[in-house]
């Protein structure tokens, strides 16, 4: 199957699925041209949309092809290849179909390799599951750069998988039970889950990117190899949040090489501390003053910290936030007064966003104080059952995580695996400072021009590039 | 409103300087930092939407606080 950065898409058309209309991440989604009224007219209008190839013999009873289509009709079930003519993202192409072909267009169903296409809703609501497909093909970001962080080219290499490392995703809640956090060995090592589902979708898409066992099922996990663990940031009777605490208690739980991943984000001075639905102002949570000093703490013990960036859209250096994220003073060894010494991530565009890919997001914070980026949209993992399962099931999935969410926990996952081949080829890990500068300054770069000369552009906020792990172990000499 | 509040004050102090606009209850321990000692507490308006209810106004106007750092509750990083 091509893989989900490239311009081509399997899909299945499957007539008896007409009840599930799912919205699915418009580059993974596909059309269903599953109406038997397609003349011959409109298929041809169809096909001036994209490339259409026939994956496979359709059914016996519907031995029509796509060609035979032309003059006839779409068969009653057609497994077909949907392919973009130029560099447009297929996501466009898709809703421009969805949108011209509404009459004929019933619903669509992602094929992965190996399975016929099912509908997930219509599956979980009829006895056992079924077996969750393999949606490994889609995860680009594990890919060679520019587009993926390079994870399978370094998996040969011994250690290379985060074998001997501890990661902890700190963050609120995840749905402890599902399949993807089967491989978890330290559930809730520190903490009190959160029921908000909410907190449980996203510790579960989050957990499942960085644990997920590689069993041919969902998705596999970017750092497979460590010993995954889970902590909340609430505890306490009754219960509450108390993010320094846990980052504390993280870190008397972990050692020098291993990866706390940072999970959670805060409203800050630009919306007066108030919450909002789009998040509009919203900061690391080191900028409070007593996590930053838990952080630094971690940092001093020598385990990496990588944090979310937030997705408040704000500048970092911005003035008004009085120097919070200063480096001043900081260096490869030494770590300045404000600087928490994490690995702060940013959300750069999908591949397939064609010259925009690696700029970031509108929504991702920015400033010098980011040290590199990860995909922070479009990124498939387990939980939320947009494309698999239902949400809060032990089998679903997604194709559309994004936000500076999805970004940090790839990055964290290649830490891991930097960390354990560190650990492997030279008996003891990296420092967290000389891990940052390598992520910092080894990757596939974002776009820096502007669009035009005013400067307005998002592509000019600095986020970091998308590291590579190929040009990080180069570095490093873990070759 | 959560609050971590910079202070030489004891939070009984700090509670006594607040009365009777508004009640303090710990949120957390208090912590000591690079940047200061810290009470990490929860301050609530003794009469809601009232002149007294602007808490950073009150909290400001008390001596013996240095700084007052509203902490909203953490949230996951996905829209």
Request: charged residues 20%; glycine residues 10%; hydrophobic residues 40%.
């Amino acid at each position: 199957m091509a893989p989900m950065d490239e311009t081509s898409l399997n899909f299945g058309v499957d007539k008896e699925a007409t009840a599930v209309l799912l919205e699915f991440l418009p580059a993974q989604a596909a059309i269903v041209p599953a109406s038997l009224a397609f003349t011959e007219e409109r298929m041809q209008r169809l096909q001036e949309k994209c490339k259409l190839t026939p994956l496979r013999q359709p059914p016996v009873e519907a031995k029509a092809t796509v060609a035979s289509a032309r003059s006839e009709k779409l068969p009653r079930r057609q497994f077909l290849e949907v392919e973009s003519g130029d560099r447009r993202s297929l996501a466009t192409i898709l809703k421009e179909i969805e949108k011209e072909f509404a009459e004929e267009i019933l619903t669509a169903l992602p094929v992965p390799p190996s399975i016929p296409a099912i509908a997930p809703a219509a599956a979980a609501a009829s006895g056992p599951a079924l077996p969750t497909p393999d949606f490994h093909g889609y995860q680009g970001y594990s890919g060679p750069a520019p587009h993926g962080i390079g994870f399978s080219a370094v998996a040969h290499l011994p250690g290379a998988d985060g074998q001997g490392v501890t990661v902890i995703d700190l963050e609120g809640g995840w749905v402890l039970s599902h399949e993807a956090l089967a491989a978890v060995q330290f559930n809730l090592w520190s903490g009190e889950p959160s029921t908000l589902s909410g907190w449980k979708e996203h510790g579960t898409a989050v957990g499942s990117l960085l644990f997920a066992e590689r069993d041919g099922a969902g998705i596999s996990g970017l750092a497979a190899g460590a010993r995954g663990a889970l902590a909340s940031i609430y505890s306490g009777s009754p219960k509450r949040q108390q993010v320094a605490q846990q980052i504390d208690a993280c870190r008397d739980l972990l050692n020098a090489g291993d990866v706390l991943l940072l999970e959670v984000q805060r409203p800050g001075p630009a919306t007066e501390f108030q919450s909002s639905p789009q998040q509009t102002g919203y900061l690391p949570t080191s900028f409070w003053p007593d996590v930053k000093e838990s952080i630094r703490d971690c940092i001093a013990k020598g385990i990496c910290v990588v944090e979310v960036a937030g997705n408040g859209g704000v500048d970092l250096d911005d003035p008004e936030l009085q120097g919070a994220f200063s480096q001043e003073g900081s260096t490869v060894t030494t770590l300045g007064p404000e600087d928490s010494g994490s690995i702060m991530v940013g959300a750069g565009h999908a591949p397939w966003r064609g010259d925009q890919a690696r700029s970031p997001l509108s929504f991702s914070n920015y400033g010098a104080r980011l040290d590199c980026q990860g995909w922070g949209e479009g990124v498939i993992c387990a939980g939320y059952g947009e494309i698999w399962g239902s949400p809060g099931g032990d089998n679903s999935y997604t194709g559309n995580f994004y936000g500076t969410s999805s970004a940090a926990p790839m990055i964290a996952a290649a830490v891991a695996v930097v960390q354990s081949r560190h650990i492997h080829k030279f008996g003891q890990p990296a420092s967290p400072l000389l891990v940052r500068q390598a992520f910092a300054s080894f990757g596939s770069a974002q776009p820096t021009q502007a669009a035009d000369d005013s400067g307005d552009d998002d592509r000019v906020r600095h986020i970091g590039p998308l590291p590579d792990l190929v040009a990080i172990f180069n570095a490093l000499n873990l070759f | 409103m959560r609050y971590l509040i910079k202070t030489t004050m004891a939070l009984q102090e700090l509670s006594r300087a607040l009365a009777p606009n508004a009640t303090v209850a710990e949120a957390g321990p208090a912590v000591r930092l690079a940047a200061g000692y810290f009470l990490d507490v929860d301050v609530t308006p003794s009469v809601p939407n009232s002149a007294t209810a602007d808490l950073p106004a009150l909290l400001g106007g008390i001596d013996g606080i240095d700084e007052v750092i509203p902490v909203p509750d953490a949230e996951p990083g996905s829209p």
